[in-house]
């Protein structure tokens, strides 16, 4: 009966941290959206280029954000129509298209950044030091589970 409970309440937990992923983004959905006209997909695409110093293939991009190539491009598009974004060819392959952010584009990223971090500091803003250092050990903990069970 213990290892039945036991599986029980991992299934509760998961239902859990489920439910409280699926409401945080929602709400930054809601935020993105109402403040800044956008889409979280946008923004996570527009974090990603951030990050890097150099243009970056589509591949690459898509598998960072583990979605679709369709998908990535679907966003891409998005974004060049914006003037945020912008496609360039590899010298040694035309084939290959590159992508990254234009200057307004970081510039709208870093606005909107600061607004999405502060927005997420509220969503948890009870949580202290203290607690986050045990949420981040047990997720650490389970993130070990899992991929021992691969």
Not at 82 to 110: A, C, I, M, N, Q
Not at 131 to 145: F, G, K, N, S, V
Request: charge should be neutral; charged fraction near 35%; aromatic fraction near 6%.
């Amino acid at each position: 009966m213990a290892q039945e409970e036991l599986s029980l309440r991992r299934l509760r937990t998961w239902l859990r941290l489920l439910r409280l992923t699926r409401s945080t983004e929602s709400r930054l959905r809601d935020f993105l959206r109402v403040n800044f006209d956008t889409t979280l997909p946008r923004f996570d695409v527009a974090a990603a280029l951030y990050r890097q110093d150099e243009p970056m293939k589509m591949s690459e991009l898509s598998r960072m954000l583990l979605v679709s190539n369709g998908n990535a491009t679907n966003v891409v598009d998005r974004l060049e129509q914006e003037g945020k974004v912008h496609r360039v060819s590899r010298e040694s392959d035309k084939r290959v298209v590159l992508v990254e952010l234009t200057p307004s584009g970081r510039d709208w990223f870093r606005e909107i950044s600061a607004a999405h971090e502060q927005e997420v500091n509220r969503i948890f803003a009870n949580l202290g030091h203290d607690e986050l250092t045990q949420l981040r050990d047990l997720i650490r903990i389970a993130e070990r589970a899992q991929d021992d069970h691969r």
